[in-house]
């Protein structure tokens, strides 16, 4: 099963952009995801995470600009990103199946992940 993450690109501060993971497998509808981010040289960092049944959770940096949602037809996560900062540029990566756990607000990863897609912004 493959995990395929788009939708990153250029755009100025203030724009918007909305990344896509599609993860490939029947277990999707019963599983937790959520979108880290990682620049070179640091820690990967939890963005937005989503239970099986829609609960979400935000990083500080993020609330009221992005939104993560899903699609468990398509077998998608997507992350919509408004107000778009400088500092959010990153590489974005998905993650699907890991331990949610809404109230701490904590996700535990799942060691499997795709290419990530680009997300660049220009002050």
């Known amino acids: 099963a493959q995990l395929v993450e788009s939708g990153g690109g250029l755009v100025q501060a203030g724009g918007s952009l909305r990344l896509s993971c599609v993860r490939s497998?029947?277990?999707?509808?019963?599983?937790?995801a959520a979108w880290y981010r990682q620049a070179p040289g640091s820690q990967r960092e939890l963005v937005a995470t989503?239970?099986?049944?829609?609960?979400?959770n935000y990083a500080d940096s993020v609330k009221g600009r992005f939104t993560i949602s899903r699609d468990n037809a398509k077998k998608t996560v997507d992350l919509q990103m408004n107000i778009l900062k400088p500092e959010d540029t990153d590489v974005y990566y998905c993650n699907v199946g890991g331990n949610y756990v809404p109230s701490a607000g904590r996700y535990y990863p799942v060691p499997f992940w795709g290419q990530g897609t680009q997300v660049t912004v220009s002050s």
């Open positions: 497998r029947d277990t999707f509808s019963r599983e937790a």
């Open positions: 989503i239970s099986h049944v829609g609960a979400t």
